[in-house]
């Protein structure tokens, strides 16, 4: 795995992070930590950006925060289990995991 990939697999976890943030924070020193894995998470997707195909990074990282905001919402916080979100989640991530599949850092490099 490289670089630009390992920086989208860590923005996905800090938007996991936010987007469970926006739901849990509940005083001042936790919506700080919110408001920073928010700028977090856009600042790492930025700088994968750089080497990756815009498109592709942000469907990954979206994919991601939202396959890992489901499953921490059906085992953490205890949301209701659904067959066919789970279905659809599958779906989602085979799609995400096939388009890191077929991009290279390479394909997003441009010059200026």
Do not use: C, D
């Amino acid at each position: 795995m490289n670089k630009s990939w390992n920086i989208v697999f860590l923005a996905g976890l800090f938007e996991i992070g936010w987007v469970v943030g926006l739901k849990h924070a509940y005083n001042v020193g936790t919506w700080l930590l919110t408001a920073f894995a928010i700028y977090f998470s856009m600042h790492l997707l930025i700088i994968a950006s750089r080497k990756l195909p815009v498109g592709t990074a942000y469907a990954v990282f979206a994919g991601m925060g939202t396959v890992g905001t489901t499953i921490l919402g059906f085992t953490i916080f205890g949301e209701p289990f659904s067959l066919a979100k789970t279905i659809l989640i599958a779906i989602l991530l085979t799609g995400v995991v096939g388009l890191k599949m077929i991009t290279s850092e390479e394909q997003g490099e441009h010059a200026i």
